[in-house]
């Protein structure tokens, strides 16, 4: 059987102008291993969404509040019950916030704890596109086929979180951004920025990448790469 991904895009506060490029570099990942792929920002969709349609849903750097309770509740159903798997991308976590304002000059929160449980972290601020160094986790990347240095450079909008998701023994931490080499981290020496865990009772796969804010990430060999091998692993029985 076909497998088949959802790409949702929707964005009802900062709409990341990335966004096209990070739904081309999906559908070409698609394309290259037979994965049916359909890309939207209908949230109604999730009202009855069905696993056996649709295996993961990739939030596609999205902000604001995406859901009324019904479709929530959908959300809820599919990963819990169904044992749906999700990819959170970027700005996934900038949704569901209690603040407009994503340029971090007032810390936001999150208003619904399920989702911030789901993606292990909620957006709090960033300071400005700067280029600062990753580290990786050479052995954790390659038990999902991942294949990156042991750091490298890369600009981007450093995240901070309202939790630290590498606290959590649950979470496997992939890559952390190191804050000396950049300025306005609030993370510490454990500053998360690609990870995974299994959650709620149908251990349902979940993968976030904080990295991936500007438009031409999406032709990065190496961000792309971590997203394929993200999706083929999130899809894998």
């Not at 949230?43 to 999205?62: E, G, P, T, W």
């Amino acid at each position: 059987m076909e497998k088949r991904v959802l790409l949702f895009f929707k964005a009802t506060e900062y709409y990341h102008e990335s966004i096209p490029d990070a739904i081309c570099a999906f559908l070409k990942i698609a394309r290259r291993h037979g994965i049916g792929a359909t890309a939207t920002d209908d949230a109604s969709l999730f009202k009855n969404l069905q696993r056996s349609k649709y295996q993961a849903v990739v939030f596609v750097s999205n902000s604001g509040e995406l859901f009324n309770d019904e479709e929530k509740a959908g959300l809820v159903n599919y990963v819990e019950e169904q044992g749906g798997a999700i990819l959170g991308l970027h700005g996934a976590l900038a949704s569901f916030l209690n603040v407009v304002d994503h340029s971090g000059a007032t810390p936001a929160s999150g208003t619904w704890d399920w989702y911030g449980d789901l993606l292990q972290a909620y957006f709090r601020s960033h300071p400005p596109i700067q280029t600062g160094v990753v580290r990786t986790n050479k052995s954790g990347m390659e038990a999902l086929g991942i294949c990156l240095p042991a750091e490298y450079e890369l600009e981007d909008e450093w995240y901070n979180y309202d939790r630290n998701p590498a606290q959590n023994a649950k979470v496997t931490v992939l890559a952390w951004a190191d804050e000396s080499t950049y300025q306005g981290g609030e993370m510490g020496e454990t500053h998360p920025v690609i990870w995974y865990h299994r959650f709620g009772p149908r251990n349902s796969k979940v993968f976030f990448t904080a990295l991936g804010h500007l438009d031409w990430h999406y032709k990065l060999e190496s961000h792309v790469h971590v997203l394929e091998k993200a999706l083929l692993w999130l899809l894998t029985e």
